[in-house]
T-cell receptor
C-alpha cells in the first residue's frame, strides 16, 4: 500500500492567491482528516469526513477555507484567498472503520505551505 | 472544552538517559489514547492504549494508561540520538463517529 498521498509537498505563494492541497487516502479507509500543524498551536483538526461526507468542520478557521471529498479516493483543502498566517504544514490522515484494533490514524507526508 | 496536554514541552537529555513524557486529557467519549513519533515529516504510530494499567512495550519504548487519573506516560530507556523527535499524544473520541484530539507534543533532543 502506498499510504496516504499528499500533494504538493511544498507550496510557496503570495498573499491573496488560491491554494489547493490534495490528498489520496489509503484504499478502504472511510475516514479522512485534515490537520494543520504550527509551532504555536500544534496539530489542529480542521475537518473530517466519513464515507465522503463532512462530519465536523468546526475547526476550519474561517470562510476562506473549504474542503471537499468528491469520492472515496480523493479530497481537497482549498484556501482562497490565502494569507501569511495560513503558513503551516497541512496533514491529511485516514483510518478505517473497525474494532478497537483498527483505529490507528495514518498520516500523509504533509504539505508545507508558505504564504508571502 | 476537550483538551489534551503534554509535558514537558521540550526536553534535552544525553544518550543513555531515561525519559518520561506525560500526557493528560479531559475528553468526552474517550475510546483510546495513541502515541506518535514525529521526526522531520509525518507522525508515525507508536502505541495505542485502551485499558488502564496494561503496559505496551516496543524495544526501549513503553507506555501505560491510567484512566482514573486521565493520563498516560511514555518511557524511553537508554535514549539514543535517533530518539530525537516530537512525541505526540492523541485521544480518540467515539460518539457515533471517530475524532482525534492531539496535544501540542513534547520535543525531545538527545545529545551524543
Amino acid at each position: 500500500d502506498a499510504g496516504v498521498i499528499q500533494s504538493p509537498r511544498h507550496e510557496v505563494t503570495e498573499m491573496g492567491q488560491e491554494v489547493t492541497l490534495r490528498c489520496k487516502p489509503i484504499s478502504g479507509h472511510d475516514y479522512l482528516f485534515w490537520y494543520r500543524q504550527t509551532m504555536m498551536r500544534g496539530l489542529e483538526l480542521l475537518i473530517y469526513f466519513n464515507n465522503n461526507v463532512p462530519i465536523d468542520d468546526s475547526g476550519m478557521p474561517e470562510d476562506r477555507f473549504s474542503a471537499k471529498m468528491p469520492n472515496a479516493s480523493f479530497s481537497t483543502l482549498k484556501i482562497q484567498p490565502s494569507e501569511p498566517r495560513d503558513s503551516a504544514v497541512y496533514f491529511c490522515a485516514s483510518r478505517p472503520t473497525g474494532s478497537a484494533g483498527a483505529n490507528v490514524l495514518t498520516f500523509g507526508a504533509g504539505s508545507r505551505l508558505t504564504v508571502l | 472544552e476537550d483538551k489534551v496536554v503534554q509535558s514537558p514541552l521540550s526536553l534535552v537529555v544525553h544518550e543513555g538517559d531515561t525519559v518520561t513524557l506525560n500526557c493528560s486529557y479531559e475528553v468526552t467519549n474517550f475510546r483510546s489514547l495513541l502515541w506518535y513519533k514525529q521526526e522531520k515529516k509525518a507522525p508515525t504510530f507508536l502505541f495505542m492504549l485502551t485499558s488502564s494499567g496494561i503496559e505496551k512495550k516496543s524495544g526501549r519504548l513503553s507506555s501505560i494508561l491510567d484512566k482514573k487519573e486521565l493520563s498516560s506516560i511514555l518511557n524511553i530507556t537508554a535514549t539514543q540520538t535517533g530518539d530525537s523527535a516530537i512525541y505526540l499524544c492523541a485521544v480518540e473520541q467515539a460518539s457515533g463517529t471517530y475524532k482525534y484530539i492531539f496535544g501540542t507534543g513534547t520535543r525531545l533532543k538527545v545529545l551524543a
